[in-house]
């Protein structure tokens, strides 16, 4: 046989054989639980959010609220992952 032939069924028997392993990860993988991570994260998300659309109602007196200060701070800190300083109450 030519060398060709045997390099295209090599890489025929080496596709095929991704597929069947890809296919029997995807098959074996149990479903994800919703553990009480997940809850506490879309309570606090819908905790964030409420405050979010009262400071949306206040409209320009949000400016001066300073629970929609906070608010708005929490929600950039949670957008761009930044961890908020430990308050000094906190270090007692």
């Given at each position: 046989m030519d060398t060709k032939l045997w390099v295209r069924l090599a890489a025929v028997a080496f596709v095929a054989g991704?597929?069947?392993a890809a296919t029997l990860d995807i098959v074996r993988e149990p479903p994800p639980s919703v553990g009480k991570a997940w809850t506490d994260r879309a309570t606090s998300a819908d905790a964030l959010r409420s405050a979010?659309?009262?400071c949306q109602i206040l409209g320009e007196a949000a400016a001066r609220d300073a629970?929609?200060?906070?608010?708005w701070a929490e929600g950039r800190d949670?957008?761009?992952g930044v961890t908020p300083p430990a308050s000094p109450q906190e270090g007692r």
């Open positions: 991704a597929v069947i979010q659309r009262r629970e929609c200060l906070r608010t949670r957008f761009l």
